[in-house]
């Protein structure tokens, strides 16, 4: 069975700082997404990852997939206050066989002043 | 608007009272999945219909809950004399899967409690 692990579940971060969330996962899987949710909202795509080594970025965060070491990390440099939400990640297993996504535990981020 | 489409928004309801949620996919998805999350954690699979069959229905909790979807559209999710266990955000998504990027996008979500 498919485990998703995120780390750290709860980051404070102080507005300006730079730090990266990583989301592991147990089984094969060649494809995964970062979503945003903010608090009472629904999820928000971020970032599609679609094959080892794919990189992503967009403003103040950036996206990482290794496949090989069945590892994605999401980089956040110089937060500012707006970045504050819950991230997830989710593992895409629909290449091997598994139909749904596999959300990770989510990392609540608050970015402080 | 052209995104998914849930209702009711908020549904409070008597413990062993059935309820239905609705979910209106984007236009042309043929994939959509229920999830659940409750208060404070991650997002836990329910069903996955492709078209109108229910290939996965590994996540439904107990013979309580079904699902239906018509059509190649709309869905409805049915819980059956609802327990206090069952409050929760019914969040349903839709995508066209792998031909395309693959993503899922969620609705607002359907916010359950049962009192």
């Known amino acids: 069975e498919l485990k998703v692990e995120q780390n750290p579940l709860f980051l404070s971060m102080q507005e300006g700082k730079n730090y990266t969330i990583y989301c592991n996962y147990s089984?094969?899987?060649?494809?995964l997404y970062w979503y945003r949710q903010d608090p009472g909202k629904s999820l928000e795509s971020l970032f599609v990852?679609?094959?080892?080594?794919a990189v992503k970025q967009e403003g103040r965060l950036m996206a990482s997939l290794d496949t090989k070491a069945r590892l994605s990390t999401l980089h956040i440099t110089a937060a500012v206050h707006d970045l504050s939400a819950t991230y997830f990640c989710?593992?895409?297993?629909?290449?091997?066989?598994?139909?749904?996504?596999?959300f990770g535990t989510g990392t609540r981020l608050t970015i402080i002043p | 608007g052209a995104g998914v489409s849930q209702s009711p928004s908020n549904k409070v309801t008597e413990k062993g009272k059935d309820v239905e949620l609705r979910c209106d996919p984007i236009?042309?998805?043929?994939?959509l999945y229920w999830y659940r999350q409750s208060l404070g954690q991650g997002l836990e699979f329910l069903i996955y219909?492709?078209?109108?069959?229910?290939?996965?229905k590994s996540g439904l909790p107990s013979d309580r809950f079904s699902a239906e979807r018509t059509g190649g559209s709309v869905s409805t999710l049915t819980i059956q004399r609802t327990q206090q266990e069952d409050s929760a955000v019914y969040l349903c998504?839709?995508?066209?899967?792998?031909?395309?990027?693959?993503?899922?996008?969620f609705g607002e979500g359907s916010r359950l409690t049962v009192l």
């Open positions: 998504a839709s995508s066209l899967g792998l031909k395309n990027t693959g993503e899922l996008f």
């Open positions: 089984t094969t899987s060649d494809r």
């Open positions: 990852l679609l094959s080892n080594g």
């Open positions: 989710a593992v895409d297993q629909r290449n091997f066989g598994n139909e749904k996504l596999t």
């Open positions: 236009s042309g998805h043929t994939a």
């Open positions: 219909f492709q078209g109108n069959s229910a290939p996965d």
